[in-house]
């Protein structure tokens, strides 16, 4: 590097990059384009397919599987895209790397789409007879089904598509049905009367998740009497009635007992008691609870419902109470309703109000707003139902799962989600598995007409077992066990269990669950639990629980809102490996992603900013020549040492699932450090008109340099920006095959230099602090500028570095030289003197307008964010704004001020 304070600025001539990198490279990356031809080649070639035989250690993760009905929304975007980070990740760095796909074939949600459709044809399902119904699904999934895994493809995910499960397959199947019979036979299955939720128009027992809240319904608490079977001595007279209030009047007609606590004095003398219900005539009791009553809550008295309600039911059992079921399945009353029967359950409401009224046992009412249960697929209000299910006694299974987070076998990240994970299993409740559909694995039990019941795998087994004739009439239960139940096998079942396969024994258990909190429950659990029991191992070692993804105002996207955004949309209209980006850098453990499209806009920008400088790259490249002498400068060693830093970082990131870390440190380096200063720093010896043989060992050496880079930042980014890397390390020289199969870099091929770190460190502070002092007098970016210094020599080595990126034509040695800029760069005091640079009176005034500005900005900011209710009652990211907001207006009026006393 030339120290020559008046060499001409060289990057004048300097070539226009847009023309000079070559016709093979086009100006501009498609990123559509791109994937498309890319992805297919992959896919062909069988790049995502590992060997089980082939060395390395294992690493697999089966995808959440989709609903066979589904359409990918942001959820499945951010999800797929953190997995397809992580194994392609493992992948390039040595591990036999397994991602599993497949789908779920979602019993309820499938079978009403058929239904849908074959009610538009004027068509009943229970005419076609249940064996053409399923066969008319099947034929729905081949034609229209999946549409999802077509969609992930797009998303560029690196699954194993030729081991692509479905729950209802044949090898899932055999897996369900060894499960079932293995569970029943050591009294884990079993099937019995319990209360579970009922849709009454899907006709069909439902699970939790399946149960969608109506939030702010609006409706009454209704108040009324249950006399007294006799009346009862109080301190103000006779007590001949007690009064309870419900939102469900209706099921006053399946009430066998009033539960009051039993330490209130108001009621003690009750309990033991008897009421008559006012419709039927039935007696039943007054009984104490002290689980379920709140004698502070409304009137301390509360009627128990065990058929109809959740909380009634654990007091029925408690009080072995009859159970009185007042509903048919289609959710009409029956004939436990006496004069009711018949009617809707809204019909019976007001019938059973108005016959209370008629009574004078009417008590008053008042507004009420709850959350009302509704079938997720049918909208049906869903009713709380006495029913014969088949249940998995969850206890046993659950203790196992537990122990198995307590120690550290399984780890949840973050691990705060491990608190939800043990309030479920610690308050666990047996499981019902059976569904009233006919979509899905039919349960695998037979029925003779004695009503005795055979678990087998098959008909012919059973048979067998139990010695039965072959003359013996059997029907097979006609329900279908719960799809989370095929679901909770598959760690395990989609690797060919219970077969003893390679696949098994080579990446069982997986290494990382990726999944939404909103299926701890559900899924992740029971994963557990049947992994441990049947496996006898944790499916997974790691479970990381990624957030939400909002709009940009933290509002949960839905239709009705109109906020929801479409990731294939994202996708034909940013790249998809912009889009990719954009979801990791926002995904910080903890915190949910609020989709902002003008970010999404930055990643765009910054996929092209690696595009030109990889043109830049290879116009160089041209007359790049491995075996030539070469010599690094500082800047040359500086950036191969931010680049060791720089993939310790992303690998130590990503091991720790800090997936926004680690983009966020490929965008900062690639950007700032290659983009915006190394090449900027490059282009001086790039460029320098010298034919010396020093020269060209030094324009060898930065070549040397950018292709160093090139080669290890597209290995760095590839699992974050699959078709864009790919694209680049197609035209990179001495490369082969595809980067997907190229080893991920590692910090140590990268040896660190601490000299030229702090060479290049104090450089890049003096161009920004000379960069800063003409910003803030106002002074062009293109006026050149004297530096003077008392000791320039460790300026002067970067003559030419000054000259180009600060427009410092002369370095000399000296102090403060009348009205000058100051600035002390690591320890140097440097003075810019201002003499016919500007307008010293008029620039102080300037300031001082400027200053005055500032800190009203300051002062308007700062009682802002000292008022306890703007920092308590906004939301964290707009205090966060608030507090950066402020920190820049102090910048700011600090460096105002240093400005202004520079001038004095």
């Given at each position: 590097?030339?120290?020559?304070?008046?060499?001409?600025?060289?990057?004048?001539?300097?070539?226009?990059?847009?023309?000079?990198?070559?016709?093979?490279?086009?100006?501009?990356?498609?990123?559509?384009?791109?994937?498309?031809?890319?992805?297919?080649?992959?896919?062909?070639?069988?790049a995502?397919r590992?060997?089980?035989?082939?060395?390395?250690?294992?690493?697999?993760?089966v995808?959440?599987?989709?609903?066979?009905?589904?359409?990918?929304?942001?959820?499945?975007a951010?999800?797929?895209?953190?997995?397809?980070?992580?194994?392609?990740?493992?992948?390039?760095?040595g591990?036999?790397?397994?991602?599993?796909?497949?789908?779920?074939h979602?019993?309820?949600?499938t079978?009403?789409?058929?239904e849908?459709?074959?009610r538009?044809?004027?068509?009943?399902?229970?005419d076609?007879?249940?064996e053409?119904?399923?066969?008319?699904?099947?034929?729905?999934?081949?034609?229209?089904g999946?549409q999802?895994?077509?969609?992930?493809?797009?998303?560029?995910?690196?699954?194993?598509?030729?081991?692509?499960?479905?729950?209802m397959?044949?090898?899932?199947?055999?897996?369900?049905?060894?499960?079932?019979?293995?569970?029943?036979?050591?009294?884990?299955i079993?099937?019995a009367?319990?209360?579970?939720?009922?849709?009454?128009?899907?006709?069909?027992?439902?699970?939790?998740?399946?149960?969608?809240?109506?939030?702010d319904?609006?409706?009454?608490?209704?108040?009324?009497?249950?006399?007294?079977?006799?009346?009862?001595?109080g301190p103000?007279?006779?007590?001949?009635?007690?009064?309870?209030?419900?939102?469900?009047?209706?099921?006053?007609?399946?009430?066998?007992a009033?539960?009051?606590?039993?330490?209130d004095?108001?009621?003690?003398?009750?309990?033991?008691?008897?009421?008559?219900?006012?419709?039927?005539?039935?007696?039943?009791?007054?009984?104490?609870?002290?689980?379920?009553?709140?004698?502070?809550f409304?009137?301390?008295?509360?009627?128990?419902?065990p058929?109809?309600?959740?909380?009634?039911?654990?007091?029925g059992?408690?009080?072995?109470?009859?159970?009185i079921n007042?509903?048919?399945?289609?959710?009409?009353v029956?004939?436990?309703?006496?004069?009711?029967?018949?009617?809707?359950?809204?019909?019976?409401?007001?019938?059973?109000?108005?016959?209370?009224?008629?009574?004078?046992?009417?008590?008053?009412?008042?507004?009420?707003?709850?959350?009302?249960?509704?079938?997720?697929?049918?909208?049906?209000?869903?009713?709380?139902?006495?029913s014969?299910?088949?249940?998995?006694?969850?206890?046993?299974?659950?203790?196992?799962?537990?122990?198995?987070?307590?120690?550290?076998?399984?780890?949840?990240?973050?691990?705060?989600?491990?608190?939800?994970?043990?309030a479920?299993?610690?308050?666990?409740?047996?499981?019902?598995?059976?569904?009233?559909?006919?979509?899905?694995?039919?349960?695998?039990?037979?029925?003779d007409?004695?009503?005795?019941?055979?678990?087998?795998?098959s008909?012919?087994e059973?048979r067998?077992k139990?010695?039965?004739?072959?003359?013996?009439?059997?029907?097979?239960d006609p329900?279908?066990?719960?799809?989370?139940?095929?679901?909770?096998?598959w760690?395990?079942?989609?690797?060919?269990?219970?077969?003893?396969?390679?696949?098994?024994?080579?990446?069982?258990?997986?290494?990382?669950?990726?999944?939404?909190?909103?299926?701890?429950?559900?899924?992740?659990?029971?994963?557990?639990?049947?992994?441990?029991?049947f496996?006898?191992?944790?499916?997974f070692r790691?479970?990381?629980?990624?957030?939400?993804?909002?709009?940009?105002?933290?509002?949960?996207?839905?239709?009705?809102k109109?906020?929801?955004?479409?990731?294939?949309?994202?996708?034909?209209?940013?790249?998809?490996?912009?889009?990719?980006?954009t979801?990791?850098?926002?995904?910080?453990?903890?915190?949910?992603?609020?989709?902002?499209?003008?970010?999404?806009?930055?990643?765009?920008?910054?996929?092209?900013?690696?595009?030109?400088?990889?043109?830049?790259?290879?116009?160089?490249?041209?007359?790049?020549?491995?075996?030539?002498?070469?010599?690094?400068?500082a800047?040359?060693?500086?950036?191969?040492?931010?680049?060791?830093?720089?993939?310790?970082?992303?690998?130590?990131?990503?091991?720790?699932?800090?997936?926004?870390?680690?983009?966020?440190?490929?965008?900062?380096?690639?950007?700032?450090?290659?983009?915006?200063?190394?090449?900027?720093?490059?282009?001086?010896?790039?460029?320098?008109?010298d034919?010396?043989?020093?020269?060209?060992?030094?324009?060898?050496g930065?070549?040397?340099?950018l292709?160093?880079?090139?080669?290890?930042?597209?290995?760095?980014?590839?699992?974050?920006m699959?078709?864009?890397?790919?694209?680049?390390?197609?035209?990179?020289?001495?490369?082969?095959?595809?980067?997907?199969k190229?080893?991920?870099?590692?910090?140590?091929?990268?040896?660190?230099?601490?000299?030229?770190?702090?060479?290049?460190?104090?450089?890049?502070?003096?161009?920004?602090?000379?960069?800063?002092?003409k910003?803030?007098?106002?002074?062009?970016?293109?006026?050149?500028?004297?530096?003077?210094?008392?000791d320039?020599?460790?300026?002067?080595?970067?003559a030419?570095?000054?000259?180009?990126?600060?427009?410092?034509?002369?370095?000399?040695?000296?102090?403060?030289?009348?009205a000058?800029?100051?600035?002390?760069?690591?320890?140097?005091?440097?003075?810019?003197p201002?003499?016919?640079?500007?307008?010293?009176?008029?620039e102080?005034?300037?300031?001082?307008?400027?200053?005055?500005?500032?800190?009203?900005?300051?002062?308007?900011?700062?009682?802002?964010?000292?008022?306890?209710?703007?920092?308590?009652?906004?939301?964290?990211?707009?205090?966060?704004?608030?507090?950066?907001?402020?920190?820049?207006?102090?910048?700011?009026?600090?460096?105002?001020?240093?400005?202004?006393?520079?001038?004095?």
């Open positions: 590097m030339s120290t020559d304070p008046t060499a001409t600025d060289l990057r004048s001539a300097e070539p226009d990059l847009a023309d000079a990198a070559g016709s093979e490279l086009p100006r501009t990356y498609d990123p559509h384009a791109s994937a498309e031809r890319v992805y297919g080649e992959w896919e062909r070639t069988g995502f590992p060997d089980p035989q082939a060395p390395g250690p294992a690493y697999s993760i995808i959440p599987p989709p609903n066979v009905t589904g359409s990918l929304h942001m959820g499945h951010l999800n797929n895209t953190l997995q397809d980070v992580l194994i392609r990740y493992k992948r390039m760095d591990f036999n790397a397994l991602w599993v796909p497949g789908m779920d979602a019993g309820i949600a079978q009403w789409v058929v849908r459709q074959l538009q044809q004027g068509i009943d399902r229970r076609l007879g249940r053409d119904f399923v066969a008319r699904v099947w034929d729905w999934k081949a034609e229209s999946g999802i895994q077509l969609q992930l493809r797009r998303l560029g995910v690196s699954c194993d598509w030729s081991r692509e499960r479905f729950t397959d044949e090898g899932l199947s055999k897996a369900v049905r060894e499960v079932f019979v293995r569970l029943y036979e050591e009294g884990l079993y099937r009367e319990r209360l579970i939720n009922w849709d009454p128009i899907g006709m069909t027992a439902l699970s939790d998740l399946e149960v969608e809240a109506e939030a319904y609006q409706t009454e608490i209704w108040s009324f009497a249950y006399p007294l079977s006799e009346p009862v001595p103000e007279g006779e007590v001949t009635e007690i009064v309870v209030a419900t939102t469900r009047p209706e099921t006053m007609l399946g009430d066998t009033i539960a009051v606590h039993p330490d004095p108001r009621y003690q003398a009750l309990i033991g008691r008897t009421v008559r219900h006012p419709i039927t005539g039935r007696e039943f009791p007054v009984v104490g609870d002290a689980i379920l009553v709140d004698p502070a409304g009137t301390g008295a509360v009627k128990v419902t058929a109809h309600d959740f909380n009634d039911f654990e007091v059992k408690r009080h072995s109470l009859p159970m007042i509903l048919n399945l289609d959710g009409t029956n004939a436990m309703g006496g004069p009711f029967e018949g009617l809707s359950v809204a019909e019976a409401r007001e019938a059973v109000k108005a016959r209370i009224r008629e009574l004078g046992l009417e008590r008053g009412s008042q507004p009420h707003t709850m959350a009302l249960p509704r079938s997720q697929r049918s909208g049906a209000v869903v009713e709380p139902m006495l014969t299910q088949w249940f998995v006694h969850m206890k046993p299974l659950a203790q196992p799962s537990l122990a198995a987070v307590e120690h550290g076998f399984t780890r949840f990240v973050p691990k705060g989600w491990e608190n939800t994970y043990y479920w299993l610690r308050d666990i409740k047996d499981w019902c598995i059976s569904r009233q559909l006919w979509w899905g694995h039919q349960v695998p039990a037979w029925y007409d004695h009503g005795n019941v055979y678990v087998a795998h008909e012919a059973a067998d139990h010695g039965l004739p072959a003359d013996l009439p059997l029907r097979q329900d279908v066990l719960d799809t989370w139940f095929s679901s909770a096998l760690p395990f079942s989609t690797m060919g269990w219970p077969d003893r396969t390679a696949e098994l024994a080579r990446y069982y258990p997986t290494s990382v669950l990726i999944t939404g909190f909103d299926i701890i429950f559900f899924w992740v659990a029971r994963m557990m639990f049947m992994g441990q029991h496996m006898g191992a944790v499916p790691d479970v990381y629980i990624h957030a939400l993804v909002r709009d940009e105002h933290g509002q949960k996207m839905s239709k009705t109109g906020n929801v955004v479409d990731p294939l949309h994202m996708i034909d209209k940013l790249g998809v490996d912009a889009f990719r980006f979801l990791v850098a926002m995904a910080a453990q903890g915190r949910d992603v609020l989709w902002n499209e003008a970010r999404a806009d930055g990643y765009v920008k910054f996929q092209n900013k690696i595009w030109q400088a990889f043109r830049f790259t290879m116009m160089h490249l041209e007359k790049y020549d491995a075996a030539a002498p070469r010599s690094l400068s800047y040359d060693h500086w950036i191969l040492a931010r680049l060791g830093e720089a993939v310790r970082r992303v690998r130590t990131a990503l091991d720790d699932y800090r997936f926004n870390e680690a983009a966020s440190e490929i965008y900062q380096f690639t950007w700032s450090e290659l983009c915006d200063w190394y090449l900027e720093l490059s282009k001086g010896t790039l460029y320098l008109a034919d010396s043989p020093q020269a060209e060992a030094a324009r060898q930065a070549r040397h340099t292709l160093t880079c090139f080669h290890a930042l597209v290995r760095l980014f590839h699992p974050f699959p078709f864009l890397s790919e694209e680049i390390w197609r035209h990179l020289p001495g490369t082969e095959g595809t980067v997907m190229a080893a991920f870099p590692r910090s140590e091929d990268f040896p660190e230099d601490a000299a030229a770190l702090d060479e290049v460190a104090l450089l890049q502070d003096a161009i920004v602090a000379l960069r800063r002092i910003a803030d007098m106002e002074i062009s970016p293109r006026t050149e500028l004297t530096l003077i210094a008392r320039p020599s460790a300026l002067l080595r970067h030419q570095a000054l000259r180009d990126l600060a427009k410092v034509t002369q370095i000399r040695q000296g102090g403060r030289e009348g000058c800029a100051t600035a002390v760069v690591r320890g140097v005091d440097i003075y810019i201002l003499q016919g640079l500007v307008d010293v009176a008029a102080q005034a300037r300031l001082d307008k400027e200053l005055q500005k500032s800190a009203k900005d300051v002062d308007g900011l700062d009682k802002r964010l000292s008022n306890p209710g703007f920092t308590s009652k906004a939301p964290p990211e707009v205090v966060a704004e608030f507090q950066e907001k402020l920190a820049a207006a102090r910048e700011r009026q600090a460096r105002l001020q240093a400005a202004l006393d520079a001038l004095r």
